[in-house]
């Protein structure tokens, strides 16, 4: 049995969940017709330069910022919520003392709000605080497109996610899944602070780079909902994958591209995992081997394209195995030429 990276059960301060993140955008109109006629996701607030949206059942003023940009579109923080602001005098003292730069900032509806990077170089923002207003998932007369409940969970490539995932978990998050490569290469974790299987997925691909986010849904109708407004609206090719079932076992899914490639994945509620003797999970990586339980795996597109992480700074891993794509599943399957 392989060792895996271990979590530390007394960490410094209280991360409690993925909770927000801020994109730039080429076209701001084309995107949040994109996230709130297909996804559902609700306008808090705009200006001509930033929209602020968030999901039905969510109290917090936003899960999703967008900001214009004439530039490549970018990932500029991935947002994770602590419990209270001692939490972030707390995280500041802790990342003082093990020499992280990190740094208190304002940030539009946000309380206080610390910017630091992970160890792989993500952008990050901690924070605890931001408006509130009352959650409409019952009004369901004002409800679009998948009526995006949540948000969910980041997925991002590294290129060593041992490395990488030793920051999370000496914070405290705990592994649901972890998949490893011969005996003990960690090439896939999944790690989690509330009580479901992701707030943080880490694949080994050249990274930093910045995969997908999640946001859940309550049933798959609303995944249907969304995918016909979608290709009413000229937004079918955005659908890149699914629906799938992932070979965890913990969730349906479909990913979508937003109009400027950012990944989407459209969830339904996933595995409760709270208890202690609750331990992760090991997977042993084959070649061939298909995270899509019915049938059809990603496809290229889904393996190869990613968002850029503002500043992060894009390493290789020593060994860089090849996906089984959709692409490869099909060439298989070819019917052989009669004789
Ligand atoms: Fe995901």
Same mark, same amino acid.
Request: charged share 25%.
């Given at each position: 049995?392989?060792?895996?990276?271990?979590?530390?059960?007394?960490?410094?301060?209280?991360?409690?969940?993925?909770?927000?993140?801020?994109?730039?955008?080429?076209?701001?109109?084309?995107?949040?017709?994109?996230?709130?006629?297909?996804?559902?996701?609700?306008?808090?607030?705009?200006?001509?330069?930033?929209?602020?949206?968030?999901?039905?059942?969510?109290?917090?003023?936003?899960?999703?910022?967008?900001?214009?940009?004439?530039?490549?579109?970018?990932?500029?923080?991935?947002?994770?919520?602590?419990?209270?602001?001692?939490?972030?005098?707390?995280?500041?003292?802790?990342?003082?003392?093990?020499?992280?730069?990190?740094?208190?900032?304002?940030?539009?509806?946000?309380?206080?709000?610390?910017?630091?990077?992970?160890?792989?170089?993500?952008?990050?923002?901690?924070?605890?605080?931001?408006?509130?207003?009352?959650?409409?998932?019952?009004?369901?007369?004002?409800?679009?497109?998948?009526?995006?409940?949540?948000?969910?969970?980041?997925?991002?490539?590294?290129?060593? &996610?041992?490395? *990488?995932?030793?920051?999370?978990?000496? !914070? @405290? =998050?705990?592994?649901?899944?972890?998949?490893?490569? $011969?005996?003990?290469?960690?090439?896939?974790?999944?790690?989690?602070?509330?009580?479901?299987?992701?707030?943080?997925?880490?694949?080994?691909?050249?990274?930093?780079?910045?995969?997908?986010?999640?946001?859940?849904?309550?049933?798959?109708?609303? &995944?249907?909902? *969304?995918?016909?407004?979608?290709?009413? !609206? @000229? =937004?079918?090719?955005?659908?890149?994958?699914?629906? $799938?079932?992932?070979?965890?076992?913990?969730?349906?899914?479909?990913?979508?591209?937003?109009?400027?490639?950012?990944?989407?994945?459209?969830?339904?509620?996933?595995?409760?995992?709270?208890?202690?003797?609750?331990?992760?999970?090991?997977?042993? &990586?084959?070649?061939?081997?298909?995270?899509?339980?019915?049938?059809?795996?990603?496809?290229?597109?889904?393996?190869?394209?990613?968002?850029?992480?503002?500043?992060?700074?894009?390493?290789?891993?020593?060994?860089?195995?090849?996906?089984?794509?959709?692409?490869?599943?099909?060439?298989?399957?070819?019917?052989?030429?009669?004789?």
């Amino acid at each position: 049995m392989s060792q895996h990276p271990k979590t530390n059960y007394e960490p410094p301060f209280n991360i409690t969940r993925a909770s927000h993140l801020v994109f730039t955008a080429r076209d701001l109109a084309l995107s949040k017709k994109f996230y709130t006629e297909v996804l559902g996701l609700v306008v808090s607030d705009e200006t001509e330069d930033t929209v602020w949206m968030h999901g039905v059942e969510e109290r917090c003023h936003h899960s999703l910022t967008l900001k214009k940009t004439r530039g490549e579109p970018v990932c500029e923080r991935v947002g994770f919520r602590v419990f209270s602001d001692k939490d972030l005098t707390r995280a500041k003292a802790h990342f003082d003392r093990v020499g992280v730069e990190s740094r208190f900032v304002e940030v539009p509806y946000q309380g206080r709000t610390l910017h630091v990077s992970d160890t792989a170089g993500t952008p990050l923002e901690l924070v605890a605080t931001q408006q509130t207003h009352n959650r409409t998932q019952t009004l369901t007369h004002t409800h679009k497109g998948a009526a995006a409940l949540r948000m969910d969970h980041y997925q991002v490539l590294v290129p060593d &996610v041992s490395v *990488a995932a030793q920051f999370y978990l000496d !914070l @405290g =998050f705990r592994i649901s899944d972890y998949a490893v490569v $011969g005996d003990d290469k960690v090439v896939a974790i999944f790690m989690y602070r509330k009580d479901n299987p992701h707030d943080m997925v880490f694949l080994q691909r050249s990274g930093p780079r910045f995969h997908h986010f999640g946001y859940m849904v309550q049933e798959m109708h609303h &995944v249907v909902r *969304a995918l016909d407004i979608a290709g009413n !609206l @000229g =937004f079918g090719a955005n659908m890149e994958h699914g629906p $799938g079932r992932h070979g965890g076992g913990h969730s349906y899914y479909i990913y979508m591209r937003d109009p400027d490639g950012h990944r989407v994945e459209l969830l339904l509620p996933a595995t409760q995992i709270i208890d202690i003797d609750d331990e992760p999970m090991r997977y042993q &990586v084959k070649p061939g081997i298909n995270t899509n339980l019915w049938g059809l795996p990603p496809p290229r597109s889904w393996f190869e394209e990613t968002t850029p992480l503002a500043g992060a700074k894009i390493t290789s891993p020593a060994v860089q195995g090849e996906p089984f794509s959709l692409e490869k599943y099909l060439f298989a399957r070819q019917p052989q030429a009669a004789e």
